[in-house]
Every structure is written in structure tokens, then in C-alpha cells.
């Protein structure tokens, strides 16, 4: 066997990826055809009516270490501000070293106890009775047909400021 023959069948050692690498930006084009692409395969909420809403929400999610398909699943636009679904907003609280769990999770109440990444801890409840109080009864069928997951979306976001958690504001 020659040396060349050798040297090839020599094991390498594996390339380490640098994850903290900047990587490099997107032109503001490409952007713009990524979400006319994903505009255009209808698989996109129905709000999303404009490429330019779309990169504006994939924006959005890259701030806070998002993908693009996530972003535009989980980031929604209310009164010309984007918000964090619940579910999204727990997981970015965990990602960040956060801690959570459900105290009371039912049809007319749920209770969420957090640690905050500092150390701080709080316990949040919303029940039907703080949704009556509130005017939410009244504002769709949500609450009568998904009770439990509407309270547990109110106890995740209400929790999450109380305890000083922001991930968009």
C-alpha cells in the first residue's frame, strides 16, 4: 500500500461547528423572496396577507433566536404589535433557564408556579371567574369551548410578567 493510500484511510478528526460564529445576514431581497415564497405556499395563517407582514414577524423571531416556520406559527399581530403566543413564550422562558409547573391545571382554573432565571418565584392563577371579571366570556367561544386551554394561556403570560419575564413587550 503507498503512503498517499495510507494517509487517506487515516481517520480525521471531525470538524467542530462554531455555533456562536456570526453568521452571516440574509440581503433584504432574499428576505423579501423567502416570504413571498412562504406567502405563496398557503400554508401560512390566514392574517398574514402581505410579504412584507410575514418578513416582519420572521424578523421578529430572529431577535429572539427564532426560525422563520416558528415565527410565523407562533407570533401574531394584534393592534400593530406583535405578540408571543402563550406556548411560545413558556418555551423561550425555559430555553433562558427559566422553571415551570402546573399547580392546578383544569376546566376553571390554572395555576402556574415559576422560577425566574434570578432565583425569583412566583405563583400565578387565572381562573373563570377572573375571565368573567374581565369581559373574556363574552368575547368569542373560546373560553366555553377551550376553557381550559384559555385560562392556561392567561396563567403562562400573566405569570410570566408578574415574574418579570418579557420576552417581546
Known amino acids: 500500500m503507498s503512503t498517499d493510500t495510507k494517509a487517506s484511510l487515516t481517520p480525521r478528526e471531525p470538524e467542530v461547528l462554531d455555533l456562536k460564529a456570526e453568521r452571516a445576514q440574509p440581503s433584504f431581497a432574499d428576505q423579501m423572496a423567502l416570504a413571498q415564497t412562504l406567502l405563496s405556499s398557503g400554508f401560512l395563517p390566514k392574517a398574514i396577507a402581505t410579504p412584507a407582514q410575514a418578513l416582519a414577524i420572521i424578523l421578529t423571531g430572529r431577535e429572539m433566536g ?3 416556520m416558528q415565527s410565523l406559527r407562533s407570533i401574531g399581530v394584534i393592534n400593530q404589535k406583535p405578540v408571543l403566543a402563550a406556548d411560545l413564550q413558556l418555551g423561550i422562558f425555559h430555553r ?10 383544569s376546566e376553571t382554573e390554572a395555576a402556574l408556579w415559576l422560577r425566574h432565571p434570578n432565583g425569583t418565584e412566583h405563583t400565578e392563577t387565572f381562573s373563570l371567574g377572573d375571565a368573567e371579571k374581565a369581559g373574556l366570556l363574552e368575547r368569542g367561544d373560546n373560553y366555553k369551548k377551550y376553557p381550559k386551554a384559555m385560562l ?18
Open 152 to 169: 392556561r394561556s392567561r396563567a403562562i403570560t400573566a405569570g410570566l410578567k408578574s415574574i418579570g419575564f418579557l420576552p417581546l413587550s
Open 96 to 105: 433562558d433557564g427559566g422553571q415551570s409547573k402546573w399547580v392546578t391545571l
Open 66 to 68: 427564532i426560525g422563520p
